[in-house]
Protein backbone atom coordinates (compact mmCIF):
# COMPACT_ATOMS: atom_id res chain seq x y z
CA UNK A 1 0.00 0.00 0.00
CA UNK A 2 2.83 2.44 0.43
CA UNK A 3 1.82 6.19 2.23
CA UNK A 4 -1.46 6.47 0.37
CA UNK A 5 -4.90 4.46 1.57
CA UNK A 6 -6.16 1.03 -0.83
CA UNK A 7 -7.84 1.68 -3.73
CA UNK A 8 -10.91 0.94 -2.62
CA UNK A 9 -10.68 3.46 0.39
CA UNK A 10 -10.27 5.60 -1.61
CA UNK A 11 -13.10 5.24 -4.05
CA UNK A 12 -15.86 5.01 -1.17
CA UNK A 13 -14.06 7.85 0.13
CA UNK A 14 -14.85 10.01 -2.98
CA UNK A 15 -18.26 8.18 -3.49
CA UNK A 16 -19.18 8.84 -0.23
CA UNK A 17 -18.87 12.30 -0.80
CA UNK A 18 -21.15 12.45 -3.69
CA UNK A 19 -23.64 10.81 -2.09
CA UNK A 20 -23.40 12.97 1.05
CA UNK A 21 -23.48 16.15 -1.62
CA UNK A 22 -26.41 14.54 -3.32
CA UNK A 23 -28.24 14.14 -0.04
CA UNK A 24 -27.60 17.34 0.72
CA UNK A 25 -28.50 18.32 -2.18
CA UNK A 26 -32.00 17.12 -2.22
CA UNK A 27 -32.83 18.48 1.26
CA UNK A 28 -31.61 21.64 0.16
CA UNK A 29 -34.33 21.22 -2.85
CA UNK A 30 -37.06 19.75 -1.78
CA UNK A 31 -38.88 23.54 -0.80
CA UNK A 32 -37.91 24.69 -3.78
CA UNK A 33 -39.15 22.51 -6.33
CA UNK A 34 -42.90 22.43 -7.41
CA UNK A 35 -45.50 20.24 -4.85
CA UNK A 36 -45.95 17.78 -7.45
CA UNK A 37 -42.03 17.01 -7.57
CA UNK A 38 -41.87 17.19 -3.81
CA UNK A 39 -42.30 13.54 -2.91
CA UNK A 40 -39.89 12.35 -5.39
CA UNK A 41 -37.03 14.82 -3.99
CA UNK A 42 -38.02 14.10 -0.55
CA UNK A 43 -37.28 10.26 -1.55
CA UNK A 44 -34.22 10.94 -3.05
CA UNK A 45 -32.89 12.49 -0.10
CA UNK A 46 -34.05 9.37 1.76
CA UNK A 47 -32.36 7.08 -0.43
CA UNK A 48 -29.51 9.09 -0.91
CA UNK A 49 -29.04 9.50 2.72
CA UNK A 50 -29.33 5.13 3.07
CA UNK A 51 -26.58 5.08 0.52
CA UNK A 52 -24.41 6.99 2.74
CA UNK A 53 -24.94 5.04 5.44
CA UNK A 54 -24.11 1.52 3.67
CA UNK A 55 -21.26 3.00 2.31
CA UNK A 56 -20.20 4.55 5.67
CA UNK A 57 -20.61 0.37 7.20
CA UNK A 58 -18.13 -0.81 4.15
CA UNK A 59 -15.76 1.75 5.01
CA UNK A 60 -15.45 0.85 8.86
CA UNK A 61 -14.72 -2.76 7.66
CA UNK A 62 -12.07 -1.55 5.19
CA UNK A 63 -10.58 1.03 8.41
CA UNK A 64 -10.68 -2.45 10.04
CA UNK A 65 -8.77 -4.25 6.86
CA UNK A 66 -6.08 -1.79 6.16
CA UNK A 67 -4.15 0.52 8.84
CA UNK A 68 -4.13 3.68 8.06
CA UNK A 69 -0.71 4.93 5.62
CA UNK A 70 1.57 7.32 7.75
CA UNK A 71 1.88 10.70 6.98
CA UNK A 72 4.78 12.41 5.51
CA UNK A 73 6.36 14.12 7.25
CA UNK A 74 4.31 12.99 10.60
CA UNK A 75 2.18 14.99 12.24
CA UNK A 76 2.27 16.95 15.48
CA UNK A 77 0.51 14.75 18.48
CA UNK A 78 -2.59 17.51 18.77
CA UNK A 79 -2.97 16.85 15.23
CA UNK A 80 -3.31 13.29 15.07
CA UNK A 81 -5.79 13.13 17.86
CA UNK A 82 -7.53 15.98 15.87
CA UNK A 83 -8.14 13.31 12.77
CA UNK A 84 -9.39 10.85 14.90
CA UNK A 85 -11.51 13.10 16.73
CA UNK A 86 -12.79 14.53 13.08
CA UNK A 87 -13.21 10.94 11.70
CA UNK A 88 -14.82 9.87 14.99
CA UNK A 89 -17.81 12.42 14.24
CA UNK A 90 -18.08 12.00 10.33
CA UNK A 91 -18.08 8.37 11.16
CA UNK A 92 -20.71 8.77 14.08
CA UNK A 93 -22.46 11.57 12.02
CA UNK A 94 -22.96 9.87 8.48
CA UNK A 95 -24.37 6.53 10.57
CA UNK A 96 -26.85 8.15 12.59
CA UNK A 97 -28.31 10.65 10.29
CA UNK A 98 -29.90 7.87 8.24
CA UNK A 99 -31.21 6.00 10.84
CA UNK A 100 -33.15 9.06 12.47
CA UNK A 101 -34.02 9.70 9.03
CA UNK A 102 -35.53 6.67 8.68
CA UNK A 103 -37.15 6.26 12.21
CA UNK A 104 -38.46 9.98 11.22
CA UNK A 105 -40.37 8.38 8.42
CA UNK A 106 -41.69 5.64 10.43
CA UNK A 107 -42.77 7.20 13.31
CA UNK A 108 -44.40 9.67 11.05
CA UNK A 109 -46.63 7.01 9.87
CA UNK A 110 -45.94 8.15 6.30
CA UNK A 111 -45.56 5.51 3.49
CA UNK A 112 -42.06 5.61 2.31
CA UNK A 113 -40.05 3.67 -0.31
CA UNK A 114 -36.61 2.42 -0.48
CA UNK A 115 -34.46 1.82 -3.41
CA UNK A 116 -38.13 0.92 -5.11
CA UNK A 117 -39.37 -1.31 -2.59
CA UNK A 118 -42.78 0.14 -0.78
CA UNK A 119 -41.25 -0.34 3.46
CA UNK A 120 -43.99 -1.23 5.29
CA UNK A 121 -44.67 0.09 8.69
CA UNK A 122 -42.68 -1.71 11.24
CA UNK A 123 -43.87 0.66 14.44
CA UNK A 124 -46.82 2.97 15.70
CA UNK A 125 -46.78 6.36 14.39
CA UNK A 126 -46.06 8.71 17.38
CA UNK A 127 -46.00 12.49 16.08
CA UNK A 128 -44.49 13.95 19.29
CA UNK A 129 -41.58 11.27 19.09
CA UNK A 130 -41.53 11.84 15.20
CA UNK A 131 -40.58 15.67 15.61
CA UNK A 132 -38.03 14.95 18.64
CA UNK A 133 -36.45 12.49 16.22
CA UNK A 134 -36.57 14.88 13.46
CA UNK A 135 -35.34 17.72 15.13
CA UNK A 136 -32.65 15.56 16.61
CA UNK A 137 -31.46 14.91 12.43
CA UNK A 138 -31.99 18.21 11.52
CA UNK A 139 -29.84 19.57 13.89
CA UNK A 140 -27.40 16.98 13.39
CA UNK A 141 -27.21 17.35 9.83
CA UNK A 142 -27.08 21.19 10.24
CA UNK A 143 -24.34 20.60 12.27
CA UNK A 144 -22.57 17.97 9.48
CA UNK A 145 -21.46 21.51 7.31
CA UNK A 146 -19.19 22.18 10.12
CA UNK A 147 -17.86 19.14 10.30
CA UNK A 148 -17.50 18.51 6.53
CA UNK A 149 -16.21 22.00 6.45
CA UNK A 150 -13.73 21.66 9.08
CA UNK A 151 -12.41 18.00 7.50
CA UNK A 152 -12.17 19.86 3.82
CA UNK A 153 -10.39 23.10 5.46
CA UNK A 154 -8.04 20.29 7.48
CA UNK A 155 -6.99 18.87 4.51
CA UNK A 156 -6.48 21.79 2.04
CA UNK A 157 -4.25 23.27 5.24
CA UNK A 158 -2.18 19.89 4.92
CA UNK A 159 -1.94 19.98 1.12
CA UNK A 160 -0.98 23.58 0.79
CA UNK A 161 0.22 25.09 3.78
CA UNK A 162 2.03 22.42 5.89
CA UNK A 163 2.81 20.61 2.39
CA UNK A 164 2.40 17.08 3.38
CA UNK A 165 0.64 14.11 1.82
CA UNK A 166 -2.60 14.43 3.79
CA UNK A 167 -4.61 15.10 0.47
CA UNK A 168 -2.33 13.07 -1.96
CA UNK A 169 -3.08 9.78 0.15
CA UNK A 170 -6.56 9.82 -0.31
CA UNK A 171 -6.54 11.30 -4.07
CA UNK A 172 -7.39 8.80 -6.92
CA UNK A 173 -4.60 8.05 -9.51
CA UNK A 174 -1.40 6.19 -9.02
Known amino acids: ????YAKSQIVLHWLTLLMVILTYS???LKDSVPDDMAPLVKNL???FGLMVFLLMFIRLGLRRRYATPPTTPPLEEWQEWSAKIFHVLLYVLFLTLPVLGVLTLAY???EWV???WQVPQFVTPNPI????IKSTHETLANTGYFIIGAHTLAA?????LRKDDTLRRMMPGK
Open 114 to 116: LLG
Open 108 to 110: GGK
Open 26 to 28: AML
Open 156 to 160: LYHHY
Open 45 to 47: HFN
Open 129 to 132: LRNV
Open 1 to 4: MGNR
